[in-house]
């Protein structure tokens, strides 16, 4: 009897990427190959200059490699035009940044519906998945506050339901837990577990805190642009 074949999120194989700075070439990522299946749940661990935060770019699509093989939902990044890798973006990955980059005079539930604009849906629409988007990370209590009305967990908390109103494969989290205190990372942590285990959401954590990695099903570490 055959295995069944493992559906893979994103694939990267052999994938570089330079810079050129002050007519300099900066070696960012030096031959990376990684495979996140769908479901997983993963830690990318590494110092500031280790490359984790460009492979991330890469992983959600918002950067292309200089060489090497990337795929992200089967596609083949090379091969997209600027408006299919926004489209691609939009259906498949969901991001979460440590600066939560909410809109600061826009209400929680706007806040989450904004990539649904995108989706051509209309206003009701957009409020009644949002809505529900925020009930499910516990703030269905806060929908119409502002981020200056909430505390760091509960804006990190919408930023997260922002990431999954559009119900992706991934979610990309760069140092999720970094402006948070211990007992309020704790909790966000526990929601992007839960949300992996009971929804099967893969989540790729990049984070240079060892305690943070240790709770991820399986941890990659880099330095100098290389997994090692």
Excluded: C, W
């Amino acid at each position: 009897m055959t295995e069944p074949e493992v559906q893979l999120a994103i694939e990267a194989v052999d994938v570089t990427r330079s810079y050129q700075l002050d007519g300099v070439t900066v070696e960012a990522l030096r031959g990376v190959s990684l495979t996140i299946p769908r479901a997983d749940y993963l830690a990318i661990i590494g110092p500031s200059g280790s490359g984790k935060s460009t492979l991330m770019h890469l992983l959600g699509g918002l950067d292309q490699p200089t060489s090497g093989r990337l795929s992200i939902g089967g596609r083949d990044v090379s091969q997209l035009t600027a408006s299919e890798m926004a489209a691609l973006r939009n259906t498949e990955i969901g991001f979460v940044f440590q600066a939560f980059h909410l809109l600061p005079r826009t209400s929680a539930v706007d806040n989450v519906a904004l990539p649904l604009v995108y989706r051509g849906l209309g206003a009701r629409e957009r409020r009644r998945i949002a809505t529900e988007t925020l009930a499910k990370v516990g703030l269905a209590h806060r929908v119409d506050h502002r981020p200056n009305q909430m505390s760091g967990g509960e804006q990190q908390r919408v930023a997260i339901a922002r990431a999954l109103v559009t119900a992706p494969a991934v979610l990309l989290a760069d140092e999720p837990t970094g402006n948070l205190d211990t007992t309020t990372g704790a909790a966000v942590l526990e929601l992007l577990e839960r949300l992996n285990r009971e929804d099967g959401v893969a989540v790729v954590l990049v984070t240079h805190d060892r305690d943070v990695a240790a709770r991820a099903s399986r941890q990659i570490a880099m330095r100098d642009g290389v997994i090692v």
